[in-house]
């Protein structure tokens, strides 16, 4: 339908039919200025999703999976087939507010100096998910977010490196990492750096690809004049115990990929240990708990 489309959008969706019809729906309602394709990746859904879709929204492009190929793979599936100048990777549990793939667009346009963006992510409820301006793990940001010091000192930058919680979330800054919820790249810069690293299956794959566009020397940027809720954990909400093992490899990964080499091997070995036990802490309490919780929250 859009031959010369300005912007690409690439959706994954597995079991999640009432929030995918809520995303799609926000996206053609808050965006009709924008010339836009939008792809569906399918992973295996049984619940009708791909029927809906087919029913109420022919105009997107639909690939459906035969089975469930992981997050990153399928989003990559996407990516190779998106024909813009921008790529907006999103979430199937999101819904998007008035205008704001526009004022995305627009900040990209006008900041060349920039790989890569995202927007000021709310949680259902209107309060923020800090994960949309984040910085890069180091070991001490880690220890600090694991011990919950960003919600003494929120606006230390020490202990609220991981977060930022120091940043005015009203403001536009320059972040380390935007959330994988809703990130909007350059094509050509995927097409400089690669794509997502498949390793990651969910997880990890957001923060590891803004770590690759800023080694290049690009910058990475949080919008807050865009906004979006993100509900969160829908789709590995079908699978919680495997959802829980992805979050915690994608921490080893993570480390392994771009930390390990310059860190001493001891310091290594303890990471790994802690990843390990919160591992094993997380599968156990999940077990135990009627509602499951997958990855992480979201402060």
């Given at each position: 339908m859009h031959y010369n489309p300005e912007l690409s959008i690439v959706i994954v969706n597995y079991n999640a039919k009432k929030y995918l019809e809520q995303c799609l729906g926000s996206i053609y309602k808050s965006s009709p200025q924008i010339n836009f394709e939008l792809i569906l990746i399918d992973n295996g859904s049984i619940d009708n999703s791909t029927f809906m879709v087919k029913e109420k929204f022919p105009m997107v492009k639909l690939i459906e999976n035969r089975k469930n190929e992981g997050?990153?793979?399928?989003?990559?599936?996407?990516?190779?087939?998106?024909?813009?100048?921008?790529?907006?990777?999103?979430?199937?549990?999101?819904?998007?507010?008035?205008?704001?793939?526009?004022?995305?667009?627009?900040?990209?346009?006008s900041h060349p100096e920039v790989g890569i963006c995202g927007p000021k992510v709310l949680n259902s409820n209107g309060t923020i998910q800090h994960q949309c301006k984040r910085g890069f793990p180091t070991i001490s940001s880690a220890f600090y977010y694991f011990l919950g010091l960003h919600k003494?000192?929120?606006?230390?930058?020490?202990?609220g490196h991981y977060l930022m919680t120091y940043l005015n979330p009203e403001e536009i800054s320059e972040v380390d990492s935007v959330s994988g919820a809703c990130l909007m790249v350059k094509r050509e810069i995927i097409e400089q750096v690669g794509l997502l690293d498949e390793d990651y299956i969910m997880?990890?794959?957001?923060?590891?690809?803004?770590?690759?566009?800023?080694?290049?020397?690009?910058?990475?940027?949080?919008?807050?004049?865009?906004?979006?809720?993100?509900?969160?954990?829908v789709s590995s909400q079908k699978l919680p115990y495997k959802g829980v093992i992805w979050f915690y490899r994608a921490m080893y990964i993570f480390y392994k990929k771009h930390y390990a080499k310059k860190s001493n091997f001891v310091v290594s070995i303890i990471v790994y240990s802690i990843i390990l036990i919160k591992a094993i802490l997380a599968l156990g309490i999940n077990l135990l708990r009627r509602k499951k919780i997958v990855g992480s929250k979201k402060p």
């Open positions: 997050f990153v793979k399928a989003v990559n599936k996407g990516i190779k087939l998106c024909k813009a100048k921008y790529v907006l990777s999103l979430n199937n549990d999101t819904f998007i507010y008035q205008n704001s793939l526009g004022e995305l667009l627009k900040f990209m346009n003494y000192f929120p606006k230390s930058k020490t202990f997880y990890g794959d957001d923060l590891d690809l803004c770590y690759r566009i800023k080694k290049i020397g690009l910058k990475v940027y949080y919008v807050p004049t865009a906004q979006i809720i993100h509900y969160g954990g």
